[in-house]
């Protein structure tokens, strides 16, 4: 029973076929390879766009590279205040972007909201030469919350970015999940709604180690390939990132993986609400977030299953927090099954 | 027949068996798994001493994130004219080191000699407040010409480099193949004879992606944690770099890897000798430096041979370089066979 | 009437006087003269510790440099949400320390609480390598809203800073003006009360542009020459800020300055609070902050009267904020005359 | 006796002037007032074109701020090996531009070569990914060596840098000097040979502190207001650096003072000449380099004279070093009188 985090699974079948394919014979290194090839036409395939893409192994590295490419130092950057860049990456952005700001907007279900955006962007507090400039937004898609922005709120949100001169960047560790949800093309959730670059990651999901870095404008690349060396993120076995991609986006493998761990989540998060534990966000995603006594709490834990508490300094108005209450967070991935979801269900409600 | 580098090889078959045994059941991310405490034994026994170390994907982060953790910004770091750090990664250290400065030292054979780094070292050049202040002194072993340091080198050199406040740091991507060569254990040629910090390099050896920061004084070690994050160089599924530097360090795989890769080296320089195109450089790894005419390195490529040409700045004095000279460099490897370096060798003589 | 800042003042005639004679004949540069031996022994002997100091000609370099030399890339900063470090200075601090984060924490009257400072520290957020690591402490003396730190509340602040493992900087931008009110020694308002490292503003209280960061412990300012050189920070003809910071400590002219500005400050404080506009913070060094209606406000700006208007974001509960309100910011100088300030309220109240 | 550099003068009394003048009344700081406004209007007469201009205290930081303005990150800057960026500045213009990389290249007379040039930009050692990408050329005018750039010379040497898509920047500390001897207008020694941006230094040429960064193309100057701010080189009372621009820029006082320095210079050189030591290169500025023995060398020091030895790394061929030859740099400045230098002369030729 682990819900800790979709990166406690393992690598998808198909992927471990896909690395082990890719050890025959030599390869250039450094991207120089037919794998490479492969794997940047399927992310143009997927986006349905000529777009450029550049392969690293966290999604970390893909955001900082992503958000300094567009920031310059003097930039600030907004995003939700939970979300992963400003909470959980030890300051990769800052360090990638040589001392940007990260400004944390509020906003109900993880998401930011227009009207917050614009509220931001029009405080006198952005002047040269004694502040920082707003130069990128960052989504996250799926939010932290583990819901999701829709095609029309991103829209909505990059038009009133780029009205004031921002770039959007989507942090998309959890895309597939997304996407599984909504339904909807690749593209229409991404660069037909305003999303400029994107950080694109397949190891949640089910690779190894792969993310990707996608402009949705090639010029916007120039000079990329450097930076992504001088911050050392340029494999030498570069075919081996490559064939995870390859794999992860062929015959749909991606949306599969990522509809069966939603599907998990919805199984977790209906039958919790059955047993009076209903969900503190809507289960949009992999997530699932409830609040339970810290008797139960320890109890599912004692009944060996893991997850993370999350600190109740955002909940939604209205929800139902009892003094010994306590927020966790329940992930789930392509590797959780049926028989998992339900034990920890049954746990919860001895 | 690819010589052109030994990070254009696969994996050995060991590490990738090992990969697949570590994609059973879920482990928590970010290196709080048993495979990655495993491999740090793995890691402290080959150096037969309580380290600390820190597994990334690449021997550039390696060699920036370790330089920066001993590096001040106004620190700089003297190394061989033609070291990696200084020639090939686009100024990764630089970047980590947040301005650092790296000064090559020029040297016969790929090695700095002790009277250079003294010389080097005693230059009024370097006072406080308009200079640099000299604070690593960063070996290759091999070095980029394919020699080694003998024990008693490196002794040397860390000495001169201790007794003025300096820093010793291996960048040992082929720390495997100078061992193997040396004959000698680990310590003796790292921690024993003064190294005080080690890129360890796996990749090249015959892993996938797998290189290990190894502090040699743990102390020493304080906030790497986090230097390692904030460089976005902490995999979340860790166990799988974790996995793959195991078994490249159980049962001496690594040493058998760098022999056979170094045999191949002797095989080759051997042969090529005897067809008069001796090697440039003595032949201690898995490197083999040779001059050879336009035509002969044109006929090789066209039989299918893969290798580099390097610029001949530096030669050693009286190498009978002609005017159609050019310098190759051929890099054997774990997977290099003798069919393929007799196959090299006959198409050379043709 | 000029109440836009302090440094729309010009230069004290004494400082003026100063530089003048520092106009003869040679000198060495960079600091290697009389004046700044001088000066240094001034700063020593103001704060009665052999310190080590270095002057530069911005408050934002002292600051900049001051909190690089403690906090390492990864560090926090916590300092009060509207210090002029956070909100005023387009990211410096954050430039200098490679990436580090500020963090505001809220306060009543522009100074942080214990308790708040507590709790930021207690809360679980900062832990490696997920985490930045809180590192330095700052203390604005006097606060952005013209408000002051007893040496007891300094004293329980640093307890709790160091108690963490902080360090302790103060912004003494205005330190003058703090030192003027609190009639108390610097010693016993700086490092006896647990300041580790000062930036020490003369410029503000009547020099040309002359700043110092002082270390109160002479050990930890080991490699902060070549800091400063770095930061382009050492001026070259360096004996004339050297001048600058002697003349202001000399026979007081720095408290006697100081103190003029707050008398001024009183003296507009209360003649406003009679006229029906009272101060929205208590007036402690030579700021006052006053809500106004927009009415009075234009007619001021109208009547020739400089003076910026603040966001009113951070007003003390049961403040009487009417809907055409205004918050405005004077501050006096070591300049302004009685003249000016009856002149002032006089246009305020017509 | 004072030939250790223009800096050991003090301030020209028409700029001590135009300080005591510019010290009445209030100014808004920040540059937000009229003495800056008439600094940079001067600087565009002299310059003869529309520039933008920003002033700071030092010569390093207007280097360094230039050229982390044009290159990025992985940016080489190209300049002589000589060049004050690369040896006496601490790593400023790596600090500033976040890791950059500074390649010095040898030239006669301390300057660089167009052939040198060429060669430099044609090697093959710049691609990408692995590689620095060269951005900058910088020149310094007058060189280090005290010669002199003529028009032509920049203007083959910056196209050259135009065709390899690098900007070129120009080190203008001694510009005066420069320009005073070439008698040429200061448009076509800059912009109109080819210069982008010039460091344009007052300070060695009777300023107190104060240095401006020019940009001939306007547009180029994007972001540079937020860029200096966060150096932390936006002075407060920013209408006393701008009053001694102003005043060095009126009526011709910049050359006046100039070409006082290089007439001593020359009659420094000269009479050396005369007693047996030659300059070892041209004086074309206000430097002098000599070789002498350790024995006259003592002798001036001990009758006062005060100056710098330099490492003779760097002679023209042919230069007669005997075995105790020192060489010795001379600066003369605005302040030197004919009798100082004849005073030296006498000494070193007892």
Redesign the interface.
């Known amino acids: 029973m ?1 819900f ?2 979709d ?5 998808a079948p198909e992927i ?1 076929i896909a ?2 394919k ?9 991207g120089n390879d037919t794998w490479t090839r492969r794997a940047e036409q399927r992310i143009a395939d997927v986006f349905n766009r000529d777009v450029a893409s550049f392969l ?6 893909c955001n ?2 992503a958000i300094a490419h567009f920031a ?3 930039g600030a950057v907004l995003c939700h205040e939970n979300a992963h860049i400003v ?6 952005p ?8 990260l400004v944390g907007l509020p906003g109900d279900d993880g998401k930011i909201g227009a009207a917050v955006l614009k509220a931001a962007l029009d405080k ?2 952005w002047g ?6 707003p130069s990128v937004l960052s989504l996250s898609q799926a939010s932290e919350a583990g819901t999701i922005y829709r095609p029309a709120e991103i829209r909505e949100l990059a038009d009133i970015a780029h009205a004031h001169g921002l770039i959007v960047h989507m942090d998309g560790a959890r895309l597939g999940n997304a996407l599984a949800r909504l339904n909807a093309p690749a593209d229409e959730a991404t660069w037909k709604a305003g999303v400029d670059v994107l950080s694109f990651g397949a ?2 999901g089910g690779a ?2 792969a993310e990707a870095i996608v402009f949705f404008d090639k010029e916007r690349a120039a ?1 990329f ?13 570069h075919r ?2 490559a064939a995870q991609m390859e794999a992860y986006l062929t015959d749909d493998l991606w949306l599969r993986l990522a509809r069966h761990a939603n599907t998990m989540a919805d199984r977790l998060s209906d039958r919790l609400a059955a047993a009076g534990l209903p969900p503190v966000w809507p289960v949009e995603a992999n997530e699932v977030f409830a609040l339970m006594s810290r008797g139960v709490c320890d109890r599912l834990k004692a009944k060996g299953a ?1 997850f993370y508490e999350r ?1 109740p300094d955002n909940l939604p108005k209205g929800a139902a927090v009892k003094p010994d209450s306590v927020l966790v967070r329940l992930v789930t991935s392509f ?1 959780t099954t049926t028989a998992e979801v339900d034990e920890f269900v049954a746990a919860a409600g001895d």
């Open positions: 682990n800790a985090s990166n406690t699974a393992g690598v471990m690395l082990a890719a050890n025959e014979g030599f390869a250039l290194g450094y690293v192994t966290t999604g970390t590295a900082s590279l310059p130092p003097w909470t959980d990456e030890c300051g990769a800052e360090f990638f972007g040589n001392g940007i700001k006198p507090q040269a030469p004694h502040h920082f400039a190891t949640k190894m180690a000079g390939d450097r930076r992504r060396k001088r911050g050392s993120h340029l494999l030498s076995k081996f990132v893991a600190l590797a």
